[in-house]
């Protein structure tokens, strides 16, 4: 038992750190520790940035143009990534396609999309969740329809976050009405510039335009763009779904939002009121547990163990953890959480600045992220598959 | 990082989990918890030999263990089987000399460790016990095995800072009684004892003594739980078992949730003891376990249901010893004060 990190890791992190103090421009750091709304291009830059060093799809096997990293370095970067205030990683292509394809997709679709996905060429969106399919994903009822080398698609998608900016989706849809409904699900890869294609935005809570509703009319898509074989789509969502949940405690996210949490405090009312300060530790120590599970569980991944409800337990608790450190960030702000400026999030704003630092976004992130226990499967789909594959009930 | 036990410790837990299965079953434990002295004798000899006691302590201290993970690993196991002898008192053996040390570690000399007052659960500062040319005065309470000690290591105040003493038990008038989670304690009243100051800081011995608490409480949540789990999955009401109702279901996965983060918790302080941060990370397993411990006895009855409430059943005495360690040496609001202040 030890839970110290060896030189060799302690070396990498320095590495990481000193890499990002040269690549990461501030100007990004600054929108990210300050809620700011990240561009598209923003987006693209970052993720050149670490093209450039070989870091962006840095669980992506070496041949494919991975760095070669084992699970505890991946947590090292996205903690150090988190902790100086990088854009995260745009996860639809890197973190879902690209597994993806390596474990399912032919040589060409190999050779095709993932170099793409690397150079920024394509930009890829998730077409999992239908209006009447959310946590039930395999009640779905998009239609493929085999039309001599194509398929016709209809139906409807949602939630689909960042489908604005997107070139291509990758879409569960139904290729058989027969048997159980999941195993008449295929995996589709769809180029978004097809006519009978239209994007509509679903403005959140907070005002952003983050998700949308993608709409299939009569959309006609080349067989080829099958991955895998047709109705054996179930198997590649589920593995898909693991990759999501990876990374999904947010240790580092938490850890940086607990870092500004208290130093905003410091100049607040809550500075000396010892029940604020009692559920700040709360949930400081509730974190410090939180990282421990996870390098428990990232341990057990590099010693060859699959990662299994053991994540379902980090979303979890995660999430609790993040939401919480938003509310306590919010109650910080007291009634300056209530004026809602969203252009204030907006580069090169030049409005008046209205309460302290942390007031523009305060309540916009804690209204935001309700999203963490509800997106990757609701938290209580996470206690669904505890509850049959760590208790067998 | 590495989260797999050596081979010393492998073997060691293998052991205590063979002995304790095979020798301090349920029934045996409610027969030396009922029993007049509270423990026995002849169970602490063989675990002595065994050489559980050994392990609490480092080479240099006489034993063969002392680390963290150590007496992290051996107070689970301790919780899991509710064995009452005296290893909390056991380890204030570090504060003593090395021939008692010896001794205690043979199991020929139980040291207990007197340190909760009146209104002073755990912070060293408020004590109001003090020594005054070489003489202890002030009464200790709750005071676990008190009857079982040869020799007491005392907290008290001298010249204005806490310090620990060594006391003789002769020294010392006790009014016993029987335990809510079994076995027996006593309140001690000290008058003008013959106290003979040690060098071992309180801070240190509590962070120790925090961090086996919150250990045994993790073993007690592990049995807890696992008995909820198998019953849930026995028990059929309506046709079908208690484990096919979501709203069960998602109750027994949150134990399963707060209970790896006590895990976690745990391994934190076993892995900062005697560090800079001891102190801190003591203070959050000791919450977190009485938290969780809360959490876990009150939802291992109710999952239960009337079974629990039984004495026969063995889990109502888990769920009172895994409650009681709650109350003790600071509960959960105490520590999470002293974190914020550490």
Redesign the interface.
């Known amino acids: ?6 030189p060799e ?1 302690d070396a990498f992190r320095a590495e990481i750190r000193e890499w990002l103090a040269q690549n990461l421009p501030s100007r990004l750091a600054d929108k990210v520790r300050t809620s700011k709304h990240l561009t598209k291009q923003d987006m693209e830059e970052w993720h050149a940035a670490l093209h450039s060093r070989g870091w962006l799809a840095n669980h992506w096997p070496v041949e494919h143009g991975g760095p070669g990293w084992g699970a ?1 370095e991946k947590f090292i970067f996205e903690d150090e990534c988190a902790m100086a205030h990088a854009p995260r990683i745009v996860p639809f292509g890197v973190s879902m396609l690209g597994p993806v394809l390596l474990k399912f997709g032919s040589e060409q679709q190999k050779s095709h999309y993932l170099p793409r996905i690397l150079d920024g060429t394509d930009w890829w969106c998730q077409g999992y969740s239908e209006p009447g399919a959310g946590s039930d994903l395999a009640s779905l009822k998009t239609t493929a329809v085999k039309d001599g080398d194509d398929y016709i698609v209809n139906g409807q998608k949602t939630w689909t976050t960042l489908g604005q900016h997107a070139d291509w989706i990758f879409c569960l849809v139904r290729t058989a009405k027969e048997g159980k409904p999941q195993e008449g699900i295929s995996f589709l890869l769809i180029d978004m510039k097809t006519p009978g294609i239209e994007v509509r935005p679903i403005y959140l809570l907070d005002g952003d335009h983050e998700v949308n509703e993608v709409w299939f009319t009569d959309v006609r898509v080349p067989a080829a763009n099958l991955v895998g074989v047709e109705n054996s789509g179930w198997t590649i969502a589920k593995y898909l779904l693991t990759y999501e949940r990876t990374g999904i405690a947010g240790v580092g996210f938490s850890t940086s939002a607990l870092a500004e949490l208290k130093s905003v405090i410091a100049k607040t009312e809550k500075a000396d009121d ?1 029940l604020f ?2 559920r ?3 949930v ?3 974190l ?6 996870n ?2 569980v ?3 991944a590099a ?1 060859g163990a699959a990662p299994g409800a053991e994540s379902s ?1 980090l979303k ?2 995660g999430t609790e953890i993040r939401q919480e450190i938003n509310a306590l960030f919010m109650a910080a702000m007291g009634p300056q959480a209530q004026p809602f400026i969203p252009e204030a999030l907006d580069e090169g704003y030049n409005g008046p600045r209205i309460g302290p630092e942390g007031a523009a976004w305060a309540a916009k992130d804690y209204f935001n992220n309700r999203k963490l226990s509800i997106f990757g499967g609701s938290n ?1 789909i996470q ?2 598959i ?2 049959k594959a ?4 | 990082m590495d989260f797999s036990p050596t081979d010393d410790r492998r073997m060691l837990g293998d052991t205590l989990d063979r002995f304790l299965a095979e020798r301090y079953y349920h029934p045996t434990r409610m027969k030396i918890a009922g029993s007049d002295a509270g423990w026995s004798r002849e169970m602490w000899t063989q675990m002595a030999e065994l050489g559980l006691i050994g392990a609490l302590f480092t080479e240099d201290q006489g034993g063969f263990g002392g680390a963290g993970a150590d007496i992290a690993l051996i107070f689970e196991r301790l919780g899991r089987a509710l064995v009452v002898e005296p290893f909390i008192g056991a380890l204030a053996a570090a504060a003593l000399t090395q021939d008692q040390r010896d001794e205690v570690i043979v199991g020929t000399l139980v040291s207990i460790f007197a340190h909760s007052e009146a209104g002073v659960s755990v912070d060293p500062a408020r004590l109001n016990a003090t020594v005054t040319d070489g003489k202890l005065t002030g009464t200790k309470v709750a005071v676990a095995n008190a009857e079982a000690a040869d020799i007491f290591v005392v907290s008290a105040m001298q010249d204005g800072t806490s310090a620990l003493f060594a006391v003789a038990a002769t020294d010392a008038q006790l009014t016993p009684y029987p335990l809510m989670d079994g076995g027996r304690g006593a309140d001690i009243r000290f008058d003008n004892a013959a106290a003979t100051r040690l060098d071992m800081p309180v801070a240190d011995l509590l962070d120790t003594t925090l961090l086996a608490l919150s250990a045994e409480a993790l073993g007690l949540m592990e049995r807890c739980k696992d008995a909820t789990v198998e019953y849930l999955k026995t028990r059929r009401q309506f046709g079908v078992p208690l484990s096919k109702f979501q709203a069960l279901q998602h109750r027994a996965v949150d134990m399963v949730t707060e209970i790896e983060q006590t895990r976690s918790s745990v391994i934190n302080a076993g892995h900062h003891l005697g560090t800079a941060k001891g102190a801190k990370y003591a203070a959050a397993a000791k919450y977190t376990a009485a938290v969780t411990g809360k959490l876990v006895a009150q939802e291992a009855i109710q999952l239960h249901g009337g079974i629990a409430m039984t004495w026969e059943y063995d889990i109502a005495h888990a769920a009172k010893r895994l409650t009681m360690i709650g109350q003790i040496m600071g509960d959960e609001d105490t520590h999470l004060m002293r974190f914020v202040a550490l």
């Open positions: 038992m030890n839970l110290d990190f060896t890791q505890v010892p300060a009692a700040v530790a709360r400081e120590i509730a410090e547990n939180m990282k421990t599970t390098m428990r990232l341990a057990a010693g337990l979890i608790k209580e206690k669904n505890v509850s760590m208790l067998g009930f």
